[in-house]
């Protein structure tokens, strides 16, 4: 069964300091991989996604994400935070050829000033 | 301009009531889903669908029920609900398995 895992609940950073957020997964497949971002009271929102092709992925917001497959990983980094990026940080993997999007646990990503 | 929508988007409702969250998406997708997040934050797949006619249940075992009669149409129905039912309900569609998902802003159930 596939699955993910974010090992931290929370990472604090400070402002214009780079950041990144860790997750690996486990499918038995090949995976599609994505990354959502949750304001308080609202939905989750898209940020980027791996497919195929170029380890390294850009998405929204100045993130950016490398795909591992020797280590299973796909962490979320960006050069420099803003406090603006502090949020709830959600992976998600499908395994191709399945329906199920899961995700992992969150983690919340704190930026002060 | 496509979207997904989830009403209520809070609901308060005594123990033993029936209620269903509903959930509409004009985007075509064929896959939906419903998650339950807790109050720390975990998301909980609770079902999914691939198209008309066709639920499953999800990793979480839930007492709600699910229903797809219409491509555009998810709805999710407790028959009666429990102070244990009290979550954030969140919905969401796809096109295919290599596309994101969509989430709704979600319905904040609270069970008294």
């Known amino acids: 069964a596939q699955s993910v895992a974010q090992p931290e609940d929370q990472v604090n950073v400070a402002e214009g300091n780079p950041l990144t957020v860790k997750c690996t997964y486990s499918v038995s497949g090949n995976p599609y991989l994505f990354w959502y971002v949750q304001y308080p009271n609202r939905g989750l929102q898209f940020l980027l996604k791996y497919i195929t092709g170029d380890n390294l992925v850009k998405g929204s917001y100045g993130f950016e994400a490398e795909f591992n497959k020797s280590q299973t990983s796909f962490h979320l980094k960006k050069p420099s935070a803003l406090v603006s990026d502090s949020a709830l940080y959600f992976c998600a993997v499908r395994e191709t050829g399945f329906q199920k999007l899961v995700f992992g646990t969150g983690t919340r990503l704190l930026v002060s000033p | 301009e496509a979207d997904i929508y989830q009403t209520p988007r809070y609901l308060v409702i005594g123990t033993g009531k029936k209620i269903t969250l509903e959930c509409s998406q004009t985007?075509?997708?064929?896959?939906m889903y419903w998650y339950q997040q807790d109050p720390g934050m975990e998301l909980h797949l609770i079902h999914y669908s691939y198209g008309v006619n066709s639920t499953e249940k999800g990793d979480l075992s839930s007492e709600s029920t699910v229903s797809r009669i219409r491509t555009e149409h998810f709805p999710l129905t407790l028959e009666s609900a429990r102070p244990s039912h009290t979550s954030q309900y969140l919905c969401?569609?796809?096109?295919?398995?290599?596309?994101?998902?969509?989430f709704g802003q979600g319905t904040r159930l609270t069970v008294v």
């Open positions: 969401a569609s796809s096109e295919r398995d290599n596309t994101e998902a969509f």
């Open positions: 985007m075509g997708h064929d896959k």
